[in-house]
């Protein structure tokens, strides 16, 4: 079983200067107040101190030391982690945990997401860590580690990762909280509002740093298409006599032919579908982005979409593409055989309807009650 799986991952990080034993951190994490139990062997350790060649060829080359180690970790709710044990420098050794940081659970992994309200305990962690391991540095990001606060790309190790070219001024913004020591605060005349603790600083941003396309989860994925299935009766077919493949029974619906693909009209379609939904959609919430045979998410027309490489688009480029939220108080479906749009839903109409696509052209069906 893997022990940790999914994402988007929220990382609690530190670094501890050289020389140090990693064992005798490992040792340190189970005396916080947080419970955590850390599944080291001998032979975890002594392959990190061992390390292998960055490049075998080489006969001088860069030494690698890393390990990753399974932890279990007694927040409110019990969670798997990932602890990343990396040198980063001759000066420094980074530690960072990773737990599943999706805002919604994941029962099929078991393992649970982490809601807003439940951000404050890993800071707690982090201030308990802080207090007990005594590190200079330590951070809470998604998708972001204590790298992420040093000014440079290099490939670690490198003599880069070095204390003085830490630049917590102008990469905070990636950081839910950052805890560091008086004297380095100081030192590196960071500039933001803190709170002090004993002889140390915690500077925290508020909320999460909001996702898009966030992967559902098989649940997720089953319970989507259920509802869907229930409400429209969904029956794909490339045979023109089953189309359009979805019965509406209570609701308005219009059903479009697609005409003009130029680059141009698919930009159109995709803008206006966007700005239509955030007419419909709150800014917090998400709704479903389903696609028949692959990926499905949770998409919020409000939000950028980040760096993902794939996401569903509104046009039907070889699949069924939907959108709905939760409710089902309207859906976006396109058709990939008939090559056509159904608009589901009198305020998805009325939205469309002084914002409309260019690529909308023939109306192939309609019941406006």
């Not at 189309?243 to 509406?248: D, F, G, K, Q």
């Not at 396109?334 to 009198?346: C, D, M, R, Y």
Request: charged letters at 20%; one cysteine or more.
């Amino acid at each position: 079983m893997t022990w940790l799986r999914g994402g988007p991952f929220l990382e609690l990080s530190f670094i501890i200067k050289e020389p140090a034993r990693i064992e005798d951190i490992f040792s340190e994490l189970e005396k916080t107040t947080v419970k955590i139990e850390v599944h080291v062997t001998p032979e975890l350790v002594q392959q990190y101190y061992k390390g292998y060649p960055y490049d075998e060829k080489a006969s001088n080359s860069v030494m690698i030391h890393k390990a990753t180690i399974s932890l279990t970790v007694h927040t409110t709710r019990q969670r798997n982690a990932l602890l990343l044990v990396e040198k980063i420098s001759s000066e420094l050794i980074s530690f960072s945990m990773c737990f599943f940081g999706s805002a919604f659970d994941a029962p099929e992994w078991n393992q649970p997401g982490i809601m807003d309200e439940e951000v404050d305990e890993f800071v707690s962690l982090l201030i308990s860590l802080h207090k007990e391991i005594k590190f200079s540095l330590g951070c809470l990001a998604y998708e972001e580690d204590i790298k992420g606060l040093f000014d440079t790309e290099e490939v670690y190790p490198s003599e880069k990762y070095v204390i003085s070219n830490l630049n917590i001024k102008d990469n905070f913004q990636k950081f839910q909280a950052i805890i560091m020591k008086k004297t380095l605060l100081d030192a590196l005349q960071v500039g933001h509002h803190y709170t002090t603790i004993d002889n140390s600083c915690l500077l925290r941003q508020s909320g999460r740093p909001l996702m898009n396309w966030i992967t559902l989860t098989k649940p997720e994925i089953d319970k989507a298409w259920n509802s869907f299935d229930q409400r429209f009766s969904f029956s794909p077919n490339v045979n023109p006599s089953n189309w359009p493949s979805i019965t509406v029974n209570d609701d308005h619906f219009i059903s479009y032919a697609l005409t003009d693909t130029s680059d141009s009209s698919l930009l159109d379609l995709e803008m206006k579908c966007l700005n239509t939904l955030k007419t419909l959609v709150k800014p917090n919430e998400y709704i479903y982005a389903l696609d028949w045979q692959h990926e499905s998410f949770w998409f919020n027309p409000h939000l950028s979409y980040g760096e993902r490489s794939w996401t569903i688009p509104f046009y039907p480029d070889g699949d069924y593409y939907i959108f709905f939220p939760k409710d089902i108080r309207w859906c976006y479906f396109s058709h990939p055989w008939e090559q056509s749009v159904t608009l589901i839903g009198g305020d998805l109409i009325q939205a469309f309807s002084s914002n409309q696509p260019a690529i909308f052209g023939k109306v192939l069906r309609k019941c406006l009650k």
